[in-house]
T-cell receptor
C-alpha cells in the first residue's frame, strides 16, 4: 500500500462546479504539500500546511492530522484549473524528503 | 528571477550513452533535489543535496550520479543510459530541509532512452 493515496485518480467537472480532491497518508508527518502540474509539465507549489485550513483565491486546503487526511477544494471551477494536483507529505523528524501521491488529473469543461 | 532552470527540455539517448542534466537556481537556496516522474507513480527522489558540498541518495539512486557544483548548480549524470531511465526528470530547490520550506520546481526534462 502506498504511503500517500489520492482520490479520485481522474476527475471531470463542468465549469462552475465545486471540486474536492482527497489525500490520505499512513505515516506521521510534519507538513503536507499540495502541488499543481499543468499540461506543459511545470510543477507549482499551491499550499504547505501542518494543521487547519489555508485559502488562496478559489483554492482551499484542509488537513486533519488525527485522521491523516487532507482535502483540496476548488470553488467555482474554471477550465484553466485543468491540471494534475499532487499531494506530498514530509515525514515527522525527517529531512525534507517528500513522499508523493500519484496525482489527481482534473479536467474542467466549459 | 528565473527560479529553477533545467536543461535540456527534451533528450533522446541510445542505450549505453551518457548525458548530464543541468539545474540551476537563483534563489540562494541551500537544498536541491532531483526527482523522476513515471506514469501512474508519484515523484520519486533520486538524489538530494542538503547544502553546498553534500549529496545523499534518495529512493532510486541506481544508475545516476550527481554533483553539487556550487550553491546554485546541481547536475544529474547518467553514465550508461538504460530504457528503464526513460522518464521525466525534475530538479527542485528549497531554502532549507525543514518543514517550513516549500519546494520550487524546474520545468522538467523529458528523457527517452531507446
Amino acid at each position: 500500500k502506498n504511503e500517500v493515496e489520492q482520490s479520485p485518480q481522474n476527475l471531470t467537472a463542468q465549469e462552475g462546479e465545486f471540486i474536492t480532491i482527497n489525500c490520505s497518508y499512513s505515516v506521521g508527518i510534519s507538513a503536507l504539500h499540495w502541488l499543481q502540474q499543468h499540461p506543459g509539465g511545470g510543477i507549482v507549489s499551491l499550499f504547505m500546511l501542518s494543521s487547519g485550513k489555508k485559502k488562496h483565491g478559489r483554492l482551499i486546503a484542509t488537513i486533519n492530522i488525527q485522521e491523516k487526511h487532507s482535502s483540496l477544494h476548488i470553488t467555482a471551477s474554471h477550465p484553466r484549473d485543468s491540471a494534475v494536483y499532487i499531494c506530498a507529505v514530509r515525514r515527522s523528524g525527517g529531512y525534507n524528503k517528500l513522499i508523493f501521491g500519484a496525482g489527481t488529473r482534473l479536467a474542467v469543461h466549459p | 528571477n528565473a527560479g529553477v532552470t533545467q536543461t535540456p527540455k527534451f533528450q533522446v539517448l541510445k542505450t549505453g550513452q551518457s548525458m548530464t542534466l543541468q539545474c540551476a537556481q537563483d534563489m540562494n537556496h541551500n537544498s536541491m533535489y532531483w526527482y523522476r516522474q513515471d506514469p501512474g507513480m508519484g515523484l520519486r527522489l533520486i538524489y538530494y543535496s542538503a547544502s553546498e558540498g553534500t549529496t545523499d541518495k534518495g529512493e532510486v539512486p541506481n544508475g545516476y550520479n550527481v554533483s553539487r557544483l556550487n550553491k546554485r548548480e546541481f547536475s544529474l549524470r547518467l553514465e550508461s543510459a538504460a530504457p528503464s531511465q526513460t522518464s521525466v526528470y525534475f530538479c527542485a530547490s528549497s531554502e532549507s530541509g525543514t518543514a517550513n520550506s516549500p519546494l520550487h520546481f524546474g520545468n522538467g526534462t523529458r528523457l527517452t532512452v531507446t
